[in-house]
């Protein structure tokens, strides 16, 4: 999509667990120290893109196809051993529930050393110093007496700063950061995306930032993925992207966000919601919008629209809302912040 | 009338090596039936703790909780069972929340058992419908919690505390891993159950925009204490505490166009530490002499709205 090389290209990649396909040819690509942010209702296949990426999909689950190319190397060709010099080292991820990701008996500092030894040889007190400074760097304070803590001894803010020394220890290429601040308090995340934020210029380290929150997409992103069943089916940079979402689902999405500045309350006003469900896409041919899709045609039933680029690093999967010349297009009710400019 | 819910000067202390951490440190509100009570803070400020305390999971240490008028602080298990079906919590680790080893069935189908809900079909019925009712596929029911994405999970976790119909439930984060077309499907199921059943609902959640939108009133926690608690619409018109202000002004605005600055307030809230004076002092862009050493109590604005500063 963008020009010059990509830094990580997903080509038509799909993921099957036994009974159902998770991702369906998903293709996206990221550029050498951009953010892109992933998002797309809650099951649509995020995580397990993510999790394909890093080569540490669940055992029950299978990539059926695609191909998935970090720098040029295709790394669903690799051997597993071959594949644990890469984690770490040039892609990290830092995991949803961060609770569950962090060894609760090891103290912060021999997890981080641990992450060091791994892919480079030194010794333990090099990379417990090293740890020290990755600490410093992620702003924890006092830092060399915080090493020997355990996690239980950190505040929410604290561990997801620790994730994320962990995940740059060796200074990756790609961080893929599955909601790393949806536990943290606005001040907090703040802080921490900003860190990211930091650390990618600092670093010259690409993101993938999976969210839900549209404010930290529009503050920290520079273009969007937009997921639905498994499918991308919109890709755009921020500030077109929230000018005019384009496919339906997206325009969905802006219009169901709680919009902070316009004083809505539940006593007198309902939230608007994309009628039907996900679970409406399983088992039917053509776009899996198509059920909830308030401009749906017939040909839309029949087969599933590709992802067409439209130029200045633009591709939707709908056919319908991008035959109509941008002027022309019927407005669409919007209660988010596209609205409002 | 007696509140639903009134909690007076709680305290709960965990102990964390050789320290005390007193994570709930005198707190004091009242949830009216039918009430949304809203609760925001900064990460580790306590709030998990306070709501699992009020359902009596984590010890309380001083103060009381009483039920529609009836004391259970210190109820035994027997006397408490009757009390803890008219009190859920849909908590915050979905994951952690859910035994790995048993079926949606199960986990649902026990709760029920537990509290003598139904025979065999009328239970099924109720499973059926509240799996539907939060936008699970039917399917769902026979499958293990690993199987689901984290917010399919999240919504297991409310079907687990809506099949019980209590009267009060704590919602720990209940929509932060949802995303906004769900989160908006909850949100308006949780209005619907409110308005069917006269549910009230004490709300922990980090996303200002819900709290504004679903909470009649608000509370705001800062290192185990309330700082500020109003109407929604007064919290919102009229911020006094600068903790408040802090939060509302680190909001990331969902306009590209509109750039962020800086972060309002800076580091961590650390909780072992002694502080004397104001708790917020240190990070305070205002603080003076004294509230370096002179602690703020709750005092009332008028209206209902209470502030824990000097200078509110
Ligand atoms: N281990 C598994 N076995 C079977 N199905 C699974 C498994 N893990 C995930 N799935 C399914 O794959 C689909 C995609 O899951 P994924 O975790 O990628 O969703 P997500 O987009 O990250 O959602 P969320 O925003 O809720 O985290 C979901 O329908 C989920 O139920
Ligand atoms: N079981 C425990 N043992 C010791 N300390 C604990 C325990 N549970 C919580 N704490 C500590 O108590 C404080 C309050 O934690 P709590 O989980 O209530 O905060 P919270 O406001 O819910 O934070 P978050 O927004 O991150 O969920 C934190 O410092 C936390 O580390
Ligand atoms: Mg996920
Ligand atoms: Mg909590």
Known sequence: ?341 | MTPLLSVRDLHTRYAVGRQVLRAVDGVSFEVGRGETVGLVGESGCGKSTLGKTILRLVPSAEGSITLDGADITHLGDSAMAPHRRRMQMIFQDPFGSLNPRHTIRTVLDTALKVHRLGDAAERERRLVEIIARVGLPPDSLDRYPHEFSGGQRQRIGIARALILQPALIVCDEPVSALDVSIQAQILNLLVDLKREFGLAYLFISHDLSVVRYFADRVLVMYFGRIVESASHTTLWRDPRHPYTKALFAALPSADPTHKRGEPPIKGELVTTEHVTGCRFHSRCPAATDRCRTEEPVLRPLGEGHHAACHYA
């Open chain 1, 1 to 341: 999509m963008t020009a010059g090389a990509a830094l990580l290209s997903v080509d038509k990649l799909s993921v099957a667990f036994p009974g159902h396909t998770a991702v369906h040819e998903a293709s996206f690509s990221i550029s050498p120290g951009e953010t892109l942010a992933l998002v797309g209702e809650s099951g649509c296949g995020k995580s397990v893109t993510a999790f394909s990426v890093m080569r540490l999909l669940p055992p029950n689950a299978r990539v059926a196809s695609g191909r998935i190319s970090l720098e040029g190397t295709d790394l669903l060709a690799l051997s597993e051993a071959e594949m644990r010099e890469v984690r770490g080292a040039r892609v990290s991820l830092i995991q949803q529930e961060p609770m569950t990701s962090l060894n609760p008996v090891l103290s912060i500092g021999l997890q981080i050393s641990e992450v060091i030894r791994r892919h480079e040889k030194v010794s333990r007190k090099a990379a417990r110093e090293r740890a020290v400074e990755l600490l410093d760097l992620v702003s924890i304070p006092n830092a060399r007496n915080r090493i020997d803590d355990y996690p239980h001894n950190l505040s929410g803010g604290m561990r997801q700063r620790v994730m994320i020394a962990m995940a740059v220890a060796c200074q990756p290429k790609l961080l893929i950061a599955d909601e790393p601040t949806t536990a943290l308090d606005v001040t907090t995340q703040a802080q921490v995306l900003d860190l990211l934020d930091d650390l990618r210029h600092r670093l010259g380290m690409a993101v993938l930032l999976i969210t839900h929150d549209l404010g930290v997409v529009a503050q920290w992103a520079d273009r969007i993925a937009v997921m639905y069943a498994g499918r991308i089916v919109e890709q755009a940079g921020i500030e077109p992207f929230f000018a005019s979402p384009m496919h339906p689902y997206s325009r969905g999405l802006l219009g169901a966000r709680v919009d902070v500045d316009a004083d809505e309350h539940y006593g007198s006003h309902r939230l608007t919601e994309i009628p039907g469900s996900i679970a409406s896409a399983a088992g039917q041919t053509g776009c899996s919008f198509a059920p909830r899709c308030p401009v749906v045609q017939a040909a839309c039933r029949q087969a599933v629209p590709p992802l067409t680029p439209l130029g200045e690093g633009r591709a939707v999967a709908c056919p319908v809302t991008t035959s109509v010349p941008l002027a022309n297009r019927p407005s669409f009710p919007l209660s988010g912040a596209g609205a409002r400019q």
